[in-house]
């Protein structure tokens, strides 16, 4: 993976990236997709196939390929802020944050067993993270089920440190 930048947005509080993939083999295609990276807890957002997802296969000019490819997932960014900036213009309800927090336990764990709570999963780790708009709660969420470091409990009901065992 390599993760690429402007020059004049080498740093910020959010800021956009190409995320470029390649298997190490020619196997599959490159794969270009638009992102942002939060540099307050080095979360990242990838936007995936709906916005802008583009691949250019290992035959033919590559190289050309893949400089149109990431100009044209440039041009998704204009959409991603205005999609993160819907998210952040969004406040939710304590209902809506603890709903969106069971759902990503439920997605990430399934239903017999949870090993940390909901409330965990909403509890900001930094000062930044104390608004309850869509776009903050979402990166809270994600970032405490994927970064682990939370205590939770075993399917036996022991106390355990959860720590993130996937790569991401």
Not at 81 to 102: G, V, W
Not at 120 to 140: C, F, G, I
Request: net charge positive; aromatic share 8%.
């Amino acid at each position: 993976m390599l993760r690429l930048r402007r020059a004049s947005q080498l740093t910020g509080h959010q800021v956009p990236e190409i995320i470029l993939l390649n298997s190490h083999d020619g196997s599959s295609s490159y794969q270009m997709l638009p992102g942002l990276f939060r540099g307050v807890c080095t979360n990242g957002l990838v936007c995936g196939q709906s916005f802008g997802e583009v691949r250019v296969p290992h035959k033919g000019n590559v190289v050309e390929k893949v400089i149109e490819g990431a100009y044209e997932v440039l041009g998704v960014f204009d959409r991603v802020d205005e999609k993160r900036d819907a998210m952040q213009s969004l406040a939710l309800p304590a209902p809506a944050r603890h709903a969106l927090a069971n759902a990503a336990l439920k997605y990430r764990f399934g239903e017999e067993h949870q090993p940390v709570t909901v409330s965990q999963l909403l509890t900001p780790r930094r000062r930044e993270d104390y608004s309850d708009d869509l776009w903050t709660v979402y990166q809270r969420v994600q970032e405490n089920l994927m970064k682990g470091g939370l205590s939770g409990r075993n399917r036996s009901g022991e106390k355990k440190l959860h720590p993130c065992r996937y790569r991401y």
